[in-house]
Nanobody, 125 residues
Framework: QVQVAESGGALVQAGDSLTLSCVVS????????MGWFRRGPGKEREFVVA????????YYADSVKGRFTISRDTAKNTGYLRMNNLRPEDTAVYYC??????????????????WGQGTQVTVSS
């Protein structure tokens, strides 16, 4: 059984930076991926960024490209989402997910089997 737990959400001001963490426990498989998704107030859940656990491929949503960076510490089984130059429209609950998505589903929530509870990020203007 794989468990996922994200943390690090906070209330920040526009232009600030914030780093979210995602701790993964349990067995993961070659080809697994870690994805970050978010759900803003009154919005559908949307893809933010994903990476294969091997680290050889990273996929960003256009809305965060150049501002957000995903990274991993394999020794700690932890992934990180570094968010720079935050905007009010980045306000959302951020979810970390782990799974075995195909390339076609790596940007889709349907590609991920294990989800964290979410962590709130609020960006004030």
């Amino acid at each position: 059984q794989v468990q996922v737990a994200e943390s690090g959400g906070a209330l920040v001001q526009a232009g600030d930076s914030l780093t979210l963490s995602c701790v993964v426990s349990g067995r993961t498989f070659s080809g697994s991926a870690m994805g970050w998704f978010r759900r803003g107030p009154g919005k559908e859940r949307e893809f933010v960024v994903a990476t294969r656990m091997s680290g050889d491929s990273i996929y960003y949503a256009d809305s965060v490209k150049g501002r957000f960076t995903i990274s991993r510490d394999t020794a700690k089984n932890t992934g990180y989402l570094r968010m720079n130059n935050l905007r009010p429209e980045d306000t959302a609950v951020y979810y970390c997910a782990v799974g075995l998505p195909t390339l076609a589903l790596i940007r889709s929530s349907r590609g991920y089997q294990y989800w964290g509870q979410g962590t709130q990020v609020t960006v004030s203007s």
